[in-house]
């Protein structure tokens, strides 16, 4: 592998962390009030993206940034929704999570099916300019990689002084260490829940968004494709630890995307499946081992 090669890879390697780092952060706010795993969450990319794409492209024929602020928002109200209605009620009845994983399997087969009958499984494109490459350092990347990568690093210095700083962010914390400890302290803890359903979900939305400018296309199948490498995202930073999913994003975007400069890029995903066996054997708590969840 030559040096060029190598800065081309890890250029794409940044840009695939950056939506990675989306994703998984947005998971692991969810996991870490909630103490369970979404298993609709690409489904929940897959739905915001084509709401952007439908207002890209067949109903106002917005510009596809001021479309993805439509789609991630329409997907957090239906995340409180699908909450308020269906996985709530469920996590309150039964005291064991295997029951509302498994009601989130079916969710996400149910929104798959969904997508494909109001869509179809034909690919998708953006309206979007195409863009030139331009060189950054080493580096050749597009001006939208360039957009999305300035875009989750706003994001995640967002979520950060969120959590440090705000009444919000430390009531999260407070439910992600203890929720009936937080519950006894006064906190409202269906207002906190309900707040962080609405920022995974639009997290979400806009991950998927940002994935289909930056792969160039969409198929309602693209989030459930995605969501183990948001999984191992999750796991090797860390589960529940938001900063553990920025930097598992890292390391599996980086090393996904440089690993198939060596091997056959269509095997480039069973990078992050090595990495993720690796850390469960040797680091089981993640890269970032954590006190709490936030």
């Known amino acids: 592998m030559s040096v060029t090669q190598f800065w081309l890879s890890f250029g794409f390697g940044l840009s695939t962390a950056s939506v990675l780092a989306v994703a998984a952060v947005g998971l692991s706010l969810q996991f870490g009030v909630t103490n369970y795993i979404n298993f609709a969450y690409g489904d929940f990319m897959a739905l915001g993206a084509f709401v952007s794409y439908a207002l890209n492209n067949e109903i106002l024929h917005l510009d596809i940034w001021v479309a993805m602020i439509g789609g991630s928002l329409f997907m957090g109200v239906v995340a409180v929704i699908l909450n308020r209605l269906l996985l709530s009620p469920?996590?309150?009845?039964?005291?064991?999570?295997?029951?509302?994983?498994?009601?989130?399997?079916?969710?996400?087969?149910?929104?798959?099916?969904?997508?494909?009958?109001?869509?179809?499984?034909?690919?998708?494109?953006?309206?979007?300019?195409?863009?030139?490459?331009?060189?950054?350092?080493?580096?050749?990347?597009?001006?939208?990689?360039l957009i999305v990568m300035a875009l989750s690093v706003v994001l995640m210095l967002g979520v950060h002084t969120m959590l440090k700083t705000t009444r919000l962010g430390k009531s999260m914390r407070a439910m992600s260490d203890n929720s009936t400890l937080a519950m006894t302290s006064g906190i409202d803890t269906k207002r906190i829940t309900t707040i962080t359903w609405f920022l995974s979900g639009t997290m979400a939305g806009l991950a998927g968004t940002v994935l289909g400018i930056t792969e160039g296309n969409l198929t309602p199948a693209a989030g459930e494709l995605f969501?183990?490498?948001?999984?191992?995202?999750?796991?090797?930073?860390?589960?529940?630890?938001?900063?553990?999913?920025?930097a598992?994003?890292?390391?599996?975007?980086?090393?996904?995307?440089?690993?198939?400069?060596?091997?056959?890029?269509?095997?480039?995903?069973?990078?992050?499946?090595?990495?993720?066996?690796?850390?469960?054997?040797?680091?089981?708590?993640?890269?970032?081992?954590?006190?709490?969840?936030?």
């Open 227 to 246: 969501l183990f490498v948001i999984f191992a995202a999750v796991i090797v930073g860390g589960v529940g630890s938001i900063y553990g999913a920025m």
């Open 90 to 145: 469920f996590a309150r009845r039964f005291s064991k999570t295997f029951y509302v994983l498994i009601v989130t399997f079916g969710l996400s087969l149910i929104m798959l099916n969904l997508l494909s009958a109001i869509w179809g499984d034909n690919v998708r494109f953006y309206n979007m300019k195409i863009e030139r490459v331009i060189k950054v350092g080493p580096m050749l990347l597009t001006k939208n990689q």
């Open 248 to 294: 598992g994003a890292v390391i599996i975007g980086l090393a996904t995307e440089v690993s198939a400069a060596f091997i056959n890029p269509a095997y480039k995903l069973d990078t992050a499946f090595v990495i993720l066996i690796l850390t469960l054997l040797f680091r089981p708590n993640g890269v970032l081992a954590r006190t709490g969840k936030a």
